[in-house]
């Protein structure tokens, strides 16, 4: 075998590459293999140098993966039967009917009397559909480059927000590297699913559930005068029975004496998909709900689709405890192995403060805390209240030092020129001292971003009352952080849950660094599978959604 190496590391796999062959190969498989790699290797001058192909075959050493002399190779049959047995894949889609031609081509190819150069040319399709799949299956179809520049577009209307990637742990090449050096089966090496968070398998076996009744034609069109409430009588209760049966709601396995009568076990089904979807289960069909109970199975087949891929780029955690703030959800969930420990209502971002989607680890909590006002908060809001009213801050208890540190002196706001500091630098520190007025509340738990984003207390409660609770400029707030301070307490050595009762019950700050400190991500997924094993779905308040579906990829 004559062979272009470039290192040592290349000399060492390319003698262990030689080794398997000899060992295990017939002298026949042996020369088909050295013949295929010098036609692969003067093929590869025709790709481009930052091709797939290339980096591929240069890996491996311009070994042919999926075709043999008189067959193809079981890691080649093996590709098959994964996109042939992928439920997820749409089979009138590109890559399902690529496969299907491929099959094709390469039974016909060994079937008639074909060239070396026919076979390594099947070879490359072969790897190209290879690419596909592994990058379907692993990285998805969200345009992230195309979807981040959109982000950065909202700063024309001065909406600063980001979305942290978490690129998957996965190499294909490396796993094919696997199948050729160690024997490794390439099936069993795409079942290893990487994604385990967020509930993901569950999540992908809704999606497969839905394209089961999309099939089968979908879901039934429902015509009810709303509102519809129980005991009124329809034709379409007929059909708003089917919809909920074909969704799991309705667990009934006979028909009801009476078909077109909303009854009550109709109804409870009725509020079980009203909470799936973050409406007010009232059991009343109005006109959102019927909008809803209307939609396109399609939006639904391709809403689970997005949020699977985003699943995949999120942080996979491998910590024993883990909070996650799903923004479109407005909620918190703290884990602990996996299993629900604590949840509460969360308020975040407004449209034009989003909050960003990044992970980071709590390491701190600070009891009666000061509010360090923002430069922005200061410009935009505060400044234009003060050129009204010179002491509008001190009615919110709120402390004007020309710079920062201990030393930093006490301004009174009367003798300040604040149109001079309306844009541009700004030597004022503004801070509210801890107390029930606090922006921040009683408590507040920091995990040290570039955002400045952190969770809190507030002291206005009424907000959590709301079902969609985006109001905050970024920032986190908590509907019960004392009890979120509990459940901290509860495991960690340096929290004394009474201690700190006693403390919040004064205005000293307290700074608490936690020893076992807990990673935190704020997530957005607009379908997902709960723990109690329901999928939910909640309206892009982001707009995200949107965004992203301009450049999802159609497989």
């Known amino acids: 075998m004559r062979k272009r190496v470039n290192s040592l590391w290349q000399l060492i796999r390319y003698m262990a590459l030689c080794m398997v062959a000899t060992s295990y ?18 093929s590869l001058k025709t790709q481009p140098k930052e ?36 439920k997820t894949l749409n089979t009138q889609g590109k890559l399902y009917q690529d496969t299907q031609r491929l099959k094709s081509y390469a039974k016909h190819l060994y079937e008639s009397n074909s060239t070396l150069a026919q076979k390594v040319d099947l070879e490359f399709k072969l790897s190209q559909l290879y690419e596909g799949y592994s990058n379907y299956h692993y990285f998805g179809s969200i345009n992230w480059g195309a979807f981040n520049d959109r982000i950065r577009n909202l700063l024309v209307n001065d909406v600063h927000t980001e979305w942290v990637l978490h690129r998957p742990n996965v190499d294909p090449i490396a796993l094919l590297e696997k199948v050729l050096l160690e024997g490794e089966d390439l099936k069993q090496l795409f079942l290893e699913n990487p994604f385990l968070d967020y509930h993901y398998q569950a999540l992908e076996q809704v999606l497969i559930d839905y394209l089961a009744i999309a099939k089968k034609g979908g879901f039934p069109p429902i015509s009810l005068k709303t509102p519809f409430r129980v005991g009124r009588k329809s034709q379409g209760v007929i059909a708003l029975r089917e919809r909920l049966a074909l969704e799991g709601y309705l667990k009934e396995s006979s028909t009801p004496l009476e078909p077109t009568r909303y009854d009550e076990n109709l109804s409870l089904a009725l509020k079980a998909f009203q909470k799936s979807y973050g409406l007010k289960a009232s059991g009343v069909v109005n006109k959102t709900t019927l909008r809803y109970l209307n939609r396109d199975i399609n939006q639904t087949i ?6 699977l891929d985003r699943i995949k780029w999120l942080h996979q955690r491998n910590a024993s405890k883990h909070i996650i703030i799903n923004i479109p959800d407005f909620k918190l969930f703290f884990e602990s192995n996996e299993t629900l420990i604590d949840s509460m209502r969360v308020i975040v971002g407004r449209g034009n403060h989003p909050t960003p989607i990044f992970s980071d680890t709590v390491e701190y909590i600070v009891l009666n805390p000061y509010w360090n006002v923002p430069k922005s908060i200061v410009q935009k809001e505060f400044i234009p209240k003060l050129l009204r009213d010179p002491y509008a801050m001190q009615k919110k208890g709120i402390e004007i030092r020309r710079g920062w540190g201990k030393g930093a002196k006490l301004v009174n706001p009367a003798t300040v020129d604040w149109k001079k500091y309306r844009y541009g ?41 709301r079902q969609k609770r985006a109001f905050s400029h970024g920032c986190i707030r908590l509907q019960n952080p004392r009890g979120l301070l509990k459940t901290f307490a509860s495991f960690e050595p340096n929290i004394h849950f009474e201690s700190a009762q006693k403390v919040l019950k004064g205005k000293k700050k307290k700074f608490l660094s936690l020893k076992e400190k807990v990673p935190v991500d704020i997530v957005y997924l607009t379908a997902w599978v709960d723990y109690n094993g329901t999928v939910q779905f909640r309206d892009d308040i982001y707009g995200y959604d949107k965004m992203q579906l301009k450049s999802f990829r159609r497989w």
């Open 302 to 307: 391709t809403q689970l689709r997005l949020n």
């Open 425 to 465: 630098a700004m030597p004022f520190h503004f801070a509210q001292k801890p107390g029930r007025r606090n922006a921040l509340g009683k408590v507040k738990f920091l995990f040290p971003n570039k955002f400045s984003v952190y969770m809190h207390d507030t002291p206005n409660k009424r907000l959590f009352k």
């Open 25 to 42: 190969l017939s002298a026949t498989v042996v020369n088909f293999q050295e013949e295929a790699s010098e036609v692969i290797l003067h």
């Open 51 to 86: 091709g797939f192909l290339r980096e591929l075959y240069t890996e491996l050493l311009f070994l042919p993966v999926w075709v043999k002399e008189g067959n193809l190779s079981t890691s080649a049959t093996e590709l098959f039967e994964m996109i042939d047995s992928d």
